[in-house]
């Protein structure tokens, strides 16, 4: 059973970078496809970008600019970068894994989920 735990800061400045980071255990993270998801308030799931088996990346075309994804094999962790963020950034972030691949806004198309953490962007 793969559980996956989010860390990070839960508030941010307006143009400051969000950096946020998935431990994975139960699994590694070379043989899943592992994700970042984001809500904001009153709104559905975004995905946000993906990280493949092979370790090549794939980021939603409207935050392809401000966005990173990267793996630590050594810790089987991988990691968000969002960079210049603004209030609308404010959301629960998400980490979620799948054994196929999954582009979509629907929590149950995807195999395994975090709890989720919040993060506000304000001064």
């Known amino acids: 059973q793969v559980q996956l735990q989010e860390s990070g800061p839960g508030l941010v400045k307006p143009s400051q970078t969000l950096s946020l980071t998935c431990t994975v255990s139960g699994g590694s993270i070379t043989t899943n496809f592992y994700y970042w998801i984001r809500q904001p308030p009153g709104k559905g799931l975004e995905w946000m970008g993906a990280?493949?088996?092979?370790?090549?990346?794939y980021y939603s075309p409207s935050l392809k600019s401000r966005t990173s994804i990267s793996r630590d094999t050594s810790k089987n962790q991988f990691t968000l970068q969002l960079s210049s963020v603004t209030p609308e950034d404010t959301a629960v972030y998400y980490c979620?894994?799948?054994?196929?691949?999954?582009?979509?806004?629907?929590?149950?198309?995807?195999?395994?989920w975090g709890q989720g953490t919040q993060v506000t962007v304000s001064s």
């Open positions: 979620a894994s799948s054994l196929r691949w999954v582009q979509s806004g629907t929590r149950t198309d995807y195999d395994y």
């Open positions: 990280i493949a088996v092979s370790g090549s990346t």
